[in-house]
């Protein structure tokens, strides 16, 4: 193997891995693109929903490690915080220089001293927000520079289908809802939208809510959606394909994710791709994606009943809805482009790891 090989090291890889996987996935288009022939990807599990046996993570740690001692790698970027523990075991005089890409909630609290070690002795450390690099430093004092790059959309994966199944308008309102339901991640308001629903219903009798995503809380969410809205009116399709994905963008009135968690948010810039306005919070990175007021509303989650009323006021004025949803799309062209994305990551990785190691 050459000494100039790139590294990226991600936990898993795709969209069975959720976010995480999709962002494992966005870096390795920008390896491939920049350093063709010179870039490796190792995972550390294959799917999102298998965890790694510990054979596989010790041999996932040894693998890297033995290339840097043999002096193979030029240089490996972690997918995520998780990862670079391993560089621990690897002596300094032979340690490739090394990034971390952080995600959000994982940054968000005092490191342990394993990720605190990891991410002080990193040439570069990439959060996907604002609010991520402000966060770590806030938690950890003196654990160096952070550099931010927002996320992006894969080029050519995302975008309306071109002959929607359900033409948007066609049926009943509906609001839509994609992400893991999982016990440990409770921020991500499905609890809030549940809650909020006998409101909406009260005042949009047909409204739907589609609650997209699997997860071992799902069916403690389902038996509660079930108690608030008795009638119906609560959908749980599970995790869907991309082509179900998409027909379920096309037909959705509003993309609501009310997280106090969210690193970043990579589903918002899916539901501004297909034109949709976005519910989020005052509470994460939402308000680096979402314009409130333009391409969509952010609400006090601390306030029971703002939630209820941004969805209601968004589900009377399709109008309003319509509007804000052109402008989201026309914000994400602006902002947050997959060139843009790769232009400034190899930037930060050049500048942070030169040419030949």
Known sequence: MKADRRVLAVPVFGEAGGGTGEVGRLLWRVFQQAWPDRS????????????????????????????????????????????????CFVPGRMRAPYGVFLHGIEAWKPLNAVARYALEHASLRVANSH????????????I??????????PPGEHGEVAAPIYPRGSGRPMVLVVGRMAAGEGYKGHDELI????????????????????????????????????????????????????????????????????????????????????????????????????????????????????IVALLRDPALGTAMGEAGYSRLQRHFTFDRFARDMVSLLDRSFGGRR
Not at 57 to 64: E, M, P, V
Not at 144 to 153: K, T
Request: glycine fraction near 12%; charge should be negative; proline fraction near 5%.
């Open 40 to 87: 490796s990807l190792i995972t550390l599990q294959e799917q999102g929903t298998v965890p790694p046996s510990v054979g596989r993570k010790i041999r996932f740690g040894a693998l890297l490690a033995l290339d840097q001692v043999r002096s193979r790698v030029h240089s490996i970027v972690f997918g995520h915080l998780g990862l670079a523990g391993v560089e």
């Open 131 to 142: 609010i991520t690099a402000r966060r770590l430093a806030t938690a950890n004092p003196g």
């Open 144 to 153: 160096g520079a952070v550099d931010v790059c927002p996320l992006a959309l």
């Open 195 to 310: 809650d909020a629903w006998p409101h909406v219903t009260a005042a949009v009798p047909d409204a739907e809510l589609v609650i997209v995503g699997e997860g071992d809380d799902a069916g403690r969410l389902r038996a509660k959606a079930e108690s608030r809205a008795p009638g119906g009116g609560i959908a749980f399709p599970g995790f869907v394909d991309r082509l179900a994905l998409e027909a379920l963008y096309s037909r959705a009135a509003i993309f609501a994710l009310p997280s106090r968690g969210e690193g970043f948010g990579l589903v918002y810039l899916e539901a501004m791709a297909h034109r949709l306005p976005c519910i989020g919070s005052v509470h994460d990175a939402a308000g680096e994606v979402i314009e409130h007021g333009e391409t969509g509303l952010l609400v006090d989650l601390d306030d029971k009943d703002a939630l209820g009323r941004a």
